[in-house]
């Protein structure tokens, strides 16, 4: 199918593309890569009046650190994301989740932000803004502001964003070195959207685990964390009876769609089989790290 017509705005700057949005009167749409907006305009699932063209706005290409922080500017590419150096070296969880991430051309073009802001609970880069405490830099014609990723994610492809207000960056955590991490993913094809996933951090020290993070995708509304069980694991050693414990009331804790890919049972017990390998690879990870 064909979209249904609209008008082109390429803006020049940030400030241009707030007040093209505005001037839109709450009809108009950013686009960054177009890989999940063009297919719902394809499908005319969203008919917006006006499109913001953003990939003409100088700065908002590069992946930088900030402190001990690494910001995402709006215009950073999945392929970005996936080669990019310091990510390799400073979050290596999120290296390796890339490499699940769609198709060459759709990482060719599609954006870390523009993944984000839609929101889908079935991908990558709204989980792992959630486990790495992503902060959302957002301008409008009223300022700025920040909105922390777990009070940015409304509900299924809804965010807090107003219809004005564009994404310039994301700032997410770089993991102090040793961290062991865990990353599991269950996809039909590899490059399709996922069933589900489930990432995972951790430190060891003195032989029991702290800093546990517990990110889970398509196993619900939205992407989430696991704050229950991220605490059971807390200041313990995981062997395999606190393992069994908390995949249970993991389990328990889940209340997961049924829809036309998998049954509500189906996700809960993936997520289950997900979490025990991730939490496990980064417990072992965790080791090494404190051994080194
Ligand atoms: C065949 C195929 C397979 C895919 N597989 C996967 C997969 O396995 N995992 C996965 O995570 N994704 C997958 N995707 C989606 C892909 O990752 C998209 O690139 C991503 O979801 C959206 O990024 P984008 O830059 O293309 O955003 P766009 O499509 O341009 O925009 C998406 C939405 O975000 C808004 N938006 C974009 N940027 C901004 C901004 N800076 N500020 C405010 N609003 C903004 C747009 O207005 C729109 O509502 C797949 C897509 C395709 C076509």
Redesign the pocket.
Known sequence: MKPASFDYVRAESAEH?VQALAAAGGDG????????????MNFRL?K?SV??D?NRIPG?DAVQMRGDRIVLG??V??RMTATDMLIQKHIPVLHHAMK????L???N????????????P?????MMSLLLNGAVH?VSPRGERTLAAQDFFVGS?V?A?EPD????EIEIDTLPAGTGWGFEEF?RRH????LAAVAVTMQRRDGVASDVRIGLMGVGEMPMRAPQIEAMLEVREIDAALLDEAIDALRASLEPNSDLNASADYRRHLAGVLARRAISDAWARAEKGAAA
């Open positions: 593309a749409k950013v686009i960054a890569g177009g890989q999940s907006l063009m297919p719902m969203v917006p499109l913001v953003i908002l709006a215009l590419r999945h699940h991430v769609a198709h051309t759709v990482r073009r599609g954006t870390f932000c523009g993944s984000v802001c839609h929101a889908d079935a991908a990558e880069m709204p957002i492809l965010t964003l207000e564009l994404v310039t996809a490059g399709d959207y996922a």
